[in-house]
């Protein structure tokens, strides 16, 4: 007989472990979500419920509907603190959670303004006065070529 409970708890060990269900959280960086990952060995079409707490506080609270042994997702947060993510089973009753720091991210600086457009003189006037000062330059020195020659 106490072979035979012996035998009986070494199967409902093996059946707990197998069915164990894990729960991961991470913040991901420079962000205000909070990646989970939800793992059970052996779940097929069960209820999954997933509530995020702060302290006493719930803060979310959700279902994954026909949950087959992994759930992802994310969930956005505002507030800095410790939180914890609580998984249970519907059909089994598996429980498990895990707790996570949650820093609210800091607001980004604007960016700087694009500088300024200083309007420059364009090429082609830069070139308009060159050639108008090479022929005032050449009148000065040559003369006018188009004034006539008085009559003697």
Known sequence: MRGLFIFIGALLLASMAYSELTVYASQIPDSGAVRYSVAQRGASGSHLFITVKKGDTQVQAFEVQDFSGVANGYVSLAESGTYRLIAVEADSGDYAEVQ??????????????????????????????????AVLVFLLVFGNPLRQKPKK
Not at 110 to 132: F, K, M
């Open 100 to 133: 996570f720091e949650f820093a609210a991210p800091q607001p980004t600086p604007p960016p700087p303004a694009p500088p300024t457009l200083v309007r420059g003189v364009p090429d082609y006037l830069i070139w308009i006065v060159v050639v108008l000062a």
